[in-house]
């Protein structure tokens, strides 16, 4: 397998520390033995052209904005992006469920 880089970027609140934690479990089950990074430099989010957290990018393209899916929906975000088939598995932060969105941070649920 092709080595690539995830990175899960977000302001460090319950739902971008949640992404993290679900994308490692879910790289390690696609046996992907890479290090999925955690930032908390929300000016690398704007130089993405992305206006909400948390984002889940791959080999520095965002893939995964706004929303915390559940494990399948990430396996399939994630195996899509590494192999280029995108069928637009990613969901917009417009697209937010109620569970979704974030608790306990600053953003009032639109991070």
């Known amino acids: 397998m092709k ?5 899960v ?4 609140c319950k739902k971008c520390r949640a992404l993290f934690e679900l994308t490692k479990e879910v790289a390690q089950g696609l046996g992907i033995t890479n290090e999925v990074e955690y930032s908390t ?21 965002p893939v995964l904005t706004g929303v915390l899916p559940d494990k399948e929906k990430l396996k399939t975000i994630i ?15 417009k697209q937010k469920t109620e569970e979704e969105k974030c608790e306990g941070c600053k953003c009032g649920g639109n991070c």
């Open 9 to 12: 970027i977000g302001s460090g």
């Open 79 to 93: 195996s899509e992006s590494i192999s280029g088939d995108s069928k637009g598995a990613n969901k917009t932060s």
């Open 3 to 7: 080595t690539i880089k995830i990175e």
């Open 41 to 61: 430099d929300v000016t690398r989010i704007a130089t993405m052209g992305v206006m909400s957290s948390p984002v889940l990018a791959i080999d520095g393209k």
